[in-house]
């Protein structure tokens, strides 16, 4: 029975992992990617639809993202998009594709960024101890309904901190990674 709660857990943990990585994945590190422009929607025939519907993204080199619309005339809405975007770049339109140079970053902008991942960061270690604490108390009313022994509880509690440290670990590593990753020149 405290398998089922164990599992729940980790599961929960896992999520918790994944949306920091998207998170991490949609923060301008100077580097053009793909997934900068993930959050993007364009209004395309009267509908807000995600911009990887409407056009094909790509990186031309390192500092370019290059979109090219499937159809020629929402050009001007996706260049509209991005410019109403909060990521402050400015896309080059010549009629067929629109180039997005990536600009360099400064350092205090880097510092921001960086100061932006670690408040990204300590949600998921928030999150993570959160899960910890419903898996303890589920944990406790098992034992208290007498479907799980006392002994059984403990050793459970156990292993929902080694899941809680083995994730906060995790966490903190792409901390690390993206730290590094944000403060290269």
């Given at each position: 029975?405290?398998?089922?709660?164990?599992?729940?857990?980790?599961e929960?943990?896992?999520?918790?992992?994944?949306?920091?990585?998207?998170?991490?994945?949609?923060?301008?590190?100077?580097?053009?990617?793909?997934?900068?422009?993930?959050?993007?929607?364009?209004?395309?025939?009267?509908?807000?639809?995600?911009?990887?519907q409407?056009?094909?993204?790509?990186?031309?080199?390192?500092?370019?993202?290059?979109?090219?619309?499937?159809?020629?005339?929402?050009?001007?809405?996706?260049?509209?998009?991005?410019?109403?975007?909060?990521?402050?770049?400015?896309?080059?339109?010549?009629?067929?594709?629109?180039?997005?140079?990536?600009p360099?970053?400064?350092?205090?902008?880097?510092?921001?960024?960086?100061?932006?991942?670690?408040?990204?960061?300590?949600?998921?270690?928030?999150?993570?101890?959160?899960?910890?604490?419903?898996?303890?108390e589920?944990?406790?009313?098992?034992?208290?309904?007498?479907?799980l022994?006392?002994?059984?509880?403990?050793?459970?509690?156990?292993?929902?901190?080694?899941?809680?440290d083995?994730?906060?670990?995790?966490?903190?590593?792409?901390?690390?990674?993206?730290?590094?990753?944000i403060?290269?020149?």
């Amino acid at each position: 029975m405290f398998k089922q709660v164990l599992k729940d857990a980790e599961e929960r943990m896992k999520k918790t992992i994944e949306v920091i990585r998207q998170e991490f994945a949609k923060v301008r590190t100077g580097k053009a990617t793909t997934t900068l422009l993930d959050g993007i929607k364009v209004e395309y025939y009267g509908a807000l639809v995600p911009l990887n519907q409407v056009a094909n993204v790509s990186v031309s080199d390192i500092h370019t993202l290059l979109i090219t619309p499937w159809d020629k005339s929402s050009i001007s809405a996706i260049e509209k998009a991005i410019l109403a975007s909060e990521l402050g770049l400015n896309p080059l339109n010549d009629g067929n594709v629109l180039r997005i140079p990536i600009p360099k970053l400064t350092e205090e902008r880097r510092k921001d960024i960086v100061k932006l991942c670690k408040k990204f960061a300590e949600e998921g270690r928030i999150a993570v101890r959160n899960i910890r604490r419903d898996a303890n108390e589920h944990l406790r009313k098992l034992e208290k309904e007498k479907h799980l022994s006392e002994d059984d509880r403990k050793r459970a509690e156990a292993e929902v901190q080694k899941l809680t440290d083995n994730y906060i670990k995790r966490i903190d590593e792409l901390l690390e990674h993206k730290e590094k990753e944000i403060m290269e020149v």
